[in-house]
C-alpha cells in the first residue's frame, strides 16, 4: 500500500454529488489533465484495489478502483445524499491550497450576555422609578390612579411573555421600557383633557367623563399605528427585531386595557358616593 498520493487538491477541478442511473448516489470528479495522465496511470495498474480520499490527514472515504480513470471519474455505491455531497465537499474543498494560521482567538463567555441583560433591566427599573415619581409629584393623587394602572401593565406584559415562553432579550427590555413610554404618555394625555374640562368650569365627574371620552380616540389611533409598525418589523425583521416587534405589541394592547378601561373604573370607585365632589387632585 503506498502512503505517496497520487494526486492532491490542486489536481482537482471540480466535484459535485448527484444520481446514476438506479438512483444511487455518487460524487463525480474531474480532474486537470497532468493529473488525469497521473491519475489514468495509476488506476491502470490497480484495478480492483482500494483508494482512499485523505484531507488533513483524516480518511473521509475508500473506494475500489473499477476501471481505468483519467480526467474524470465517479465514486460510486455512496449511502446517501449527505454522504454524497460531503465528500464533493471534501474533494472541493482540498483543491484549496491556501492554509490557515491562527492570527489571534478571542473567546466571549456567557457572562457578558448577562451581564448585559443586567444592565438592561437595571435601566428599565430606574426609568420606571423615575416615571412614578414624576406622575406622583406633577399629578398628585391622580398620579397614584396612573401608577398603579402603569404597574398593571408591566405585569400582564411580563406574564404574557412568561406564558408565551419568549426569552427577555435586550430588543425585549428594550420593547418593555417604550411600552412603559406609552403608557405615561396615555395617561398624560388622559390628565391633560380633564384638566382642560375642569377649566371651562365642568364638574368633577363630568369633567372625568369627556376627559375619558375625547381621550379614547387619540390613544386608540395612535396604539394602531405603532401596532402596524410592529406588524412590518416582525415580517421583515430578524429574531431581535421580532423580539422587539412582539413585545412592544404586548404591551400596547395591554395599555388600552390598563390606561383607559382600569385607570377610569379607578376614577369612579375614587368618585362614586360623592354626588357633591367639587375638587380632584390632578
Given amino acids: ?17 448527484g444520481q446514476d442511473d438506479g438512483r444511487k448516489w455518487q460524487t463525480s470528479f474531474s480532474l486537470s489533465p497532468d493529473g488525469g495522465k497521473r491519475f489514468g496511470r495509476f488506476t491502470g495498474d490497480h484495478v480492483n484495489d482500494k483508494l482512499a480520499v485523505i484531507l488533513d490527514n483524516t480518511i473521509v472515504s475508500v473506494a475500489t478502483i473499477n476501471e481505468r ?17 460531503d465528500l464533493a465537499r471534501y474533494l472541493r474543498s482540498g483543491s484549496l ?29 430606574a426609568g420606571l422609578i423615575a416615571v412614578i415619581a414624576v406622575m406622583l409629584i406633577y399629578y398628585r393623587r391622580s398620579g397614584v390612579n396612573a401608577v398603579l394602572a402603569l404597574i398593571l401593565n408591566t405585569v400582564i406584559l411580563l406574564a404574557a411573555i412568561s406564558y408565551l415562553h419568549a426569552a427577555l432579550t435586550l430588543p425585549g427590555i428594550a420593547g418593555v421600557i417604550l411600552t412603559i413610554g406609552m403608557a405615561v404618555d396615555s395617561n398624560v394625555l388622559i390628565f391633560e383633557r380633564i384638566r382642560e374640562e375642569l377649566r371651562t368650569g365642568k364638574g368633577v365627574i363630568a369633567a372625568v367623563d369627556t376627559g375619558f371620552n375625547k381621550a379614547w380616540w387619540t390613544i386608540v389611533d395612535t396604539h394602531v399605528t405603532t401596532v402596524v409598525s410592529c406588524a412590518f418589523l416582525f415580517l421583515f425583521g430578524e429574531g431581535p427585531v421580532r423580539g422587539f416587534a412582539v413585545t412592544l405589541t404586548i ?26 365632589q367639587e375638587t380632584l387632585s390632578i
Avoid at 1 to 17: C, H, L, W
Avoid at 99 to 118: F, R, T
Avoid at 254 to 273: D, K
Fill in 97 to 125: 491550497p491556501a492554509g490557515v494560521k491562527p492570527l489571534e482567538e478571542n473567546s466571549v463567555g456567557p457572562s457578558l450576555g448577562a451581564d448585559s441583560i443586567h444592565q438592561g433591566i437595571v435601566s428599565g427599573l
Fill in 251 to 276: 404591551g400596547l394592547i395591554a395599555n388600552i386595557f390598563t390606561a383607559v378601561f382600569v385607570s377610569r373604573t379607578i376614577f369612579n370607585w375614587e368618585l362614586s358616593g360623592q354626588r357633591k
Fill in 1 to 17: 500500500m503506498s502512503r505517496i498520493p497520487v494526486i492532491t487538491g490542486k489536481d482537482m477541478r471540480n466535484a459535485r454529488s
Fill in 69 to 85: 480513470i483519467e480526467d474524470s471519474g465517479r465514486i460510486m455505491g455512496l449511502g446517501s445524499e449527505e454522504e454524497a455531497s
